[in-house]
Nanobody
Framework: QVQLVELGGGLVQPGGSLTLSCTAS????????MGWFRQAPGKEREFVAG????????SYSDSVKGRFTISRDSAKTTVYLQMNSLKPEDTAIYYC??????????????????WGQGTQVTVSS
Protein backbone atom coordinates (compact mmCIF):
# COMPACT_ATOMS: atom_id res chain seq x y z
CA GLN A 1 0.00 0.00 0.00
CA VAL A 2 1.38 3.37 -1.04
CA GLN A 3 2.11 5.80 1.79
CA LEU A 4 2.37 9.55 1.40
CA VAL A 5 4.05 11.67 4.07
CA GLU A 6 3.90 15.46 4.02
CA LEU A 7 6.43 17.79 5.64
CA GLY A 8 6.90 21.51 5.83
CA GLY A 9 3.76 23.03 7.27
CA GLY A 10 3.83 25.77 9.84
CA LEU A 11 3.05 29.35 10.71
CA VAL A 12 4.06 32.11 8.32
CA GLN A 13 3.27 35.81 8.06
CA PRO A 14 1.23 37.22 5.17
CA GLY A 15 3.46 37.74 2.18
CA GLY A 16 5.84 35.04 3.33
CA SER A 17 6.86 31.76 1.73
CA LEU A 18 6.71 28.12 2.67
CA THR A 19 7.64 24.89 0.92
CA LEU A 20 5.78 21.64 1.43
CA SER A 21 7.14 18.25 0.47
CA CYS A 22 5.48 14.89 0.08
CA THR A 23 7.35 11.62 -0.22
CA ALA A 24 5.77 8.43 -1.41
CA SER A 25 6.86 4.99 -0.31
CA UNK A 26 5.77 1.38 -0.94
CA UNK A 27 4.58 0.66 -4.44
CA UNK A 28 5.67 3.97 -5.87
CA UNK A 29 5.88 2.45 -9.36
CA UNK A 30 2.10 2.75 -9.53
CA UNK A 31 1.94 6.48 -8.79
CA UNK A 32 1.62 8.67 -11.83
CA UNK A 33 0.02 12.05 -11.22
CA MET A 34 0.56 13.69 -7.82
CA GLY A 35 -0.99 16.76 -6.38
CA TRP A 36 -2.02 18.92 -3.47
CA PHE A 37 -5.44 19.69 -2.08
CA ARG A 38 -6.32 21.82 0.93
CA GLN A 39 -9.17 22.10 3.37
CA ALA A 40 -9.92 25.17 5.44
CA PRO A 41 -12.14 25.01 8.54
CA GLY A 42 -15.78 24.71 7.57
CA LYS A 43 -14.99 24.32 3.89
CA GLU A 44 -14.75 21.44 1.46
CA ARG A 45 -11.43 20.05 0.33
CA GLU A 46 -10.28 21.85 -2.80
CA PHE A 47 -7.71 21.28 -5.50
CA VAL A 48 -4.54 23.34 -5.31
CA ALA A 49 -2.04 21.98 -7.82
CA GLY A 50 -1.13 18.82 -9.68
CA UNK A 51 1.74 17.42 -11.73
CA UNK A 52 2.05 14.46 -14.03
CA UNK A 53 4.66 11.74 -13.77
CA UNK A 54 7.11 13.26 -16.24
CA UNK A 55 6.67 16.67 -14.60
CA UNK A 56 5.99 18.13 -18.03
CA UNK A 57 2.36 18.86 -17.19
CA UNK A 58 1.04 20.91 -14.29
CA SER A 59 -2.27 22.41 -13.24
CA TYR A 60 -3.12 25.08 -10.69
CA SER A 61 -6.29 26.42 -9.18
CA ASP A 62 -7.04 30.02 -10.03
CA SER A 63 -6.58 31.06 -6.42
CA VAL A 64 -2.92 30.01 -6.33
CA LYS A 65 -1.80 30.41 -9.94
CA GLY A 66 1.23 32.65 -10.11
CA ARG A 67 2.01 32.27 -6.42
CA PHE A 68 2.46 28.51 -5.96
CA THR A 69 4.74 26.17 -7.90
CA ILE A 70 4.52 22.39 -7.92
CA SER A 71 7.52 20.29 -8.83
CA ARG A 72 8.70 16.72 -8.67
CA ASP A 73 12.06 15.02 -8.12
CA SER A 74 13.72 12.88 -10.76
CA ALA A 75 12.91 9.69 -8.87
CA LYS A 76 9.22 10.61 -9.18
CA THR A 77 8.63 9.84 -5.51
CA THR A 78 8.68 13.32 -3.98
CA VAL A 79 6.53 16.26 -4.89
CA TYR A 80 7.02 19.82 -3.67
CA LEU A 81 4.75 22.80 -3.33
CA GLN A 82 6.55 26.13 -3.21
CA MET A 83 4.14 28.72 -1.83
CA ASN A 84 4.96 32.41 -2.19
CA SER A 85 3.06 35.60 -1.38
CA LEU A 86 0.96 33.70 1.12
CA LYS A 87 -2.36 35.15 2.20
CA PRO A 88 -4.48 34.49 5.29
CA GLU A 89 -6.99 32.74 3.03
CA ASP A 90 -4.33 30.14 2.22
CA THR A 91 -4.65 28.88 5.79
CA ALA A 92 -5.71 25.25 5.64
CA ILE A 93 -4.63 21.68 6.06
CA TYR A 94 -2.72 20.71 2.94
CA TYR A 95 -3.00 17.15 1.70
CA CYS A 96 -0.72 15.36 -0.71
CA UNK A 97 -2.38 12.98 -3.12
CA UNK A 98 -1.38 10.45 -5.76
CA UNK A 99 -3.12 8.73 -8.61
CA UNK A 100 -2.61 5.12 -9.58
CA UNK A 101 -1.53 4.46 -13.19
CA UNK A 102 -3.02 7.69 -14.51
CA UNK A 103 -1.50 11.02 -15.47
CA UNK A 104 -4.82 12.83 -15.57
CA UNK A 105 -4.76 15.74 -13.12
CA UNK A 106 -8.28 15.90 -11.81
CA UNK A 107 -9.60 18.74 -9.72
CA UNK A 108 -12.02 16.33 -8.05
CA UNK A 109 -10.77 14.70 -4.87
CA UNK A 110 -12.83 11.58 -5.69
CA UNK A 111 -10.48 10.81 -8.57
CA UNK A 112 -7.32 10.34 -6.51
CA UNK A 113 -6.26 7.04 -4.98
CA UNK A 114 -3.83 7.86 -2.19
CA TRP A 115 -3.76 10.58 0.46
CA GLY A 116 -1.33 11.79 3.07
CA GLN A 117 -2.31 12.71 6.60
CA GLY A 118 -2.11 16.41 5.93
CA THR A 119 0.01 19.27 7.20
CA GLN A 120 -1.25 22.50 8.70
CA VAL A 121 -0.37 25.80 7.05
CA THR A 122 -1.33 28.93 8.95
CA VAL A 123 -0.86 32.38 7.47
CA SER A 124 -1.23 35.01 10.15
CA SER A 125 0.50 38.05 11.57
Amino acid sequence: QVQLVELGGGLVQPGGSLTLSCTASRGTFSIYAMGWFRQAPGKEREFVAGINRSAAGTSYSDSVKGRFTISRDSAKTTVYLQMNSLKPEDTAIYYCTGKEFSDYISWSNDSWNYWGQGTQVTVSS
